[in-house]
Nanobody, 123 residues
Framework: QVQVVESGGDLVQAGGSLRLSCAVS????????MNWYRQGPGKERDVVATITRAGTTNYADSVKGRFTISRDNAKNTVYLQMNSLKPEDTGVYYCNADVWYTEGRNRLLRNYWGQGTQVTVSP
């Protein structure tokens, strides 16, 4: 009963910017950490940025100073502002979240993945 949907991916030239959004919906009690991952062509899926419910952030070294993760707890939404994009930023970006949800009378914790959104940075 929980859905995770990313949006905002696009084709952009090097040096440009994009803002990704990830909305979590359903029978949500609360959301703990929210994260952005990416998977480049022929590469593993790696974490890009993380944010706790309180707003503490961490970034992969490759994106520090260029990307900013943020969240709106009232909207159950996490964002990734990407500036000064490089061709090596190309990949599918996935939203990930640890969600407490209700199922009948039960309260459960589960990790959810979105379907991903494609970001392509041309040289």
């Amino acid at each position: 009963q929980v859905q995770v949907v990313e949006s905002g991916g696009d084709l952009v030239q090097a040096g440009g910017s994009l803002r990704l959004s990830c909305a979590v919906s359903g029978s949500i009690v609360s959301i703990n950490a929210m994260n952005w991952y990416r998977q480049g062509p022929g590469k593993e899926r790696d974490v890009v940025a993380t944010i706790t419910r309180a707003g503490t952030t961490n970034y992969a070294d490759s994106v520090k100073g260029r990307f900013t993760i943020s969240r709106d707890n009232a909207k159950n939404t996490v964002y990734l502002q990407m500036n000064s994009l490089k061709p090596e930023d190309t990949g599918v970006y996935y939203c990930n979240a640890d969600v407490w949800y209700t199922e009948g009378r039960n309260r459960l914790l589960r990790n959810y993945w979105g379907q991903g959104t494609q970001v392509t940075v041309s040289p």
